[in-house]
């Protein structure tokens, strides 16, 4: 039986995760299975000392701590699945936690760079496009898989917001600016019918065949901007300065974390803590007593 493909079966139908969630899972268990394969042991008769052994040569490989991080919530999955399977009878990551200082803090883009960026002119044909997808990525804060994913039926002009289906397939409703608004107009108008080819598709963004936007695209197309401007940019960072733009705006909390799809509130205040530091940087910087 392989347990971690079902596993997955059971992470996909009974709770209903997504594709991009089942394979992440999938692929953080292939490879501590491998690790149990070489101490002799199976995906199912694993102890604490085998995580944290896992964990120690996953550091020492030079493993970031947030993906350290993410494997543990994916083994605590696999054991609550193997419990309810009763595949084991006590859960060895029960009193495990992960170490503290882990968490990272995002990265964020000054207003200043993020202006810069969507006052571009980048001399290419699919410029209205992914002028059009980045302006919409600091409108709505939305994943990179939101934003390629997005339907025409989900794009709401009048009402002035759109509707996503995030995590989880969890759904929800996110406000888009007018600027987003008007930029995804002249590229649905000047640009989208050269791209489908005479063809129909649902999709809003496609690719130069007609097809729905990949995520790598979608990463090379702000590669240009980021490049243009000195910058390393990605979908991640744009997102990040979204929440901490708007939080150090002075926006409430509990609403940022329903513009980003956070199910857990204590993500989202991850950026209450860059927003702090940004005010102690400001501070330091140009208070004259402060140094």
């Known amino acids: 039986m392989d347990i971690v493909k079902s596993f997955a079966s059971y992470l996909s139908v009974e709770r209903g995760l997504s594709s991009n969630t089942v394979q992440s899972y999938s692929l953080d268990l292939h ?23 896992y964990f120690e040569k996953l550091k020492k490989a030079g493993q970031s701590a947030a993906s350290i991080a993410r494997l543990l919530s994916s083994i605590k999955s696999l054991c609550r699945f193997l419990i309810i399977e009763r595949m084991i009878s006590e859960d060895p990551t ?11 803090l995002p990265k964020s883009l000054d207003v200043s760079v993020i202006k810069e960026l969507l006052e571009m002119k980048i001399e290419n044909k699919t410029f209205l496009r992914d002028a ?18 997005l339907k025409v039926q989900d794009l709401h002009v009048d009402a002035g917001f759109i509707r996503i289906m995030g995590k989880g397939s969890k759904e929800r409703v996110v406000p888009v600016n007018r600027r987003a608004i008007e930029r995804i107009a ?15 598709s649902a999709y809003i ?87």
């Open 132 to 149: 059009a997808m980045l302006e919409l990525l600091y409108s709505s804060g939305l994943r990179a898989s939101e934003i390629i994913s």
């Open 94 to 104: 029960e009193i495990l936690k992960a170490p503290k200082h882990w968490e990272r």
């Open 31 to 53: 490879g501590f299975d491998e690790f149990l394969v070489h101490k002799g042991k199976d995906i199912k008769s694993f102890t604490r000392e085998d995580i944290t052994d």
């Open 186 to 200: 002249t590229y649905m108008t000047d640009l989208r019918p050269e791209l489908l080819k005479n063809k129909q």
């Open 205 to 291: 963004f496609l690719s130069n065949r007609g097809a729905p936007m990949t995520r790598q695209r979608f990463w090379q197309a702000l590669k240009v901007f980021g490049t243009a401007a000195g910058i390393k940019l990605s979908p991640h960072m744009v997102r990040h300065s979204f929440a901490t733009h708007l939080l150090g705006g002075g926006a409430d909390l509990r609403s940022v974390q329903k513009m980003l799809g956070h199910s857990d509130i204590a993500t989202t205040q991850i950026y209450t803590k860059v927003s702090r530091d940004r005010v102690k940087e400001v501070f330091i910087k140009h208070h004259p007593r402060a140094k």
